[in-house]
C-alpha cells in the first residue's frame, strides 16, 4: 500500500524491487527480463536505466517489444 508515501519513497520502492529482481534473474541464468515501468514521465525509466549503467555496467538493455509490451517496458539482456 503506496498510500501516505512520496514519490520519491514509492520511487525508492520500486527500485529496490527492480535489483532484487534482477540478481534473482542472474543468479538463476536466465537470458533476459523486462521491466514494465509505464510511459508516465519517464522518471522510473530514467532511474532503471542509469542503475543499470551505473551498478551492471557489462549488462545491455533495450526498450521491450512494442509487439509484446506496447511503450514503457525496458528488456534487460543478461549475457
Known amino acids: ?17 527492480f535489483e532484487t529482481t534482477l540478481q534473482g534473474a542472474i543468479n538463476n541464468k536466465q537470458k533476459r527480463i523486462v521491466y514494465i515501468h509505464g510511459v508516465g514521465n519517464g522518471k522510473l525509466k530514467y532511474e532503471l536505466r542509469k542503475r543499470l549503467d551505473r551498478k551492471f555496467p557489462d549488462i545491455k ?10 511503450y514503457g517496458a525496458t528488456m534487460v539482456l543478461i549475457e
Open 1 to 17: 500500500d503506496f498510500k501516505g508515501l512520496s514519490n520519491g519513497e514509492i520511487l525508492e520502492i520500486q527500485l529496490g524491487r
Open 61 to 70: 538493455y533495450q526498450d521491450a517489444s512494442f509487439k509484446e509490451y506496447g
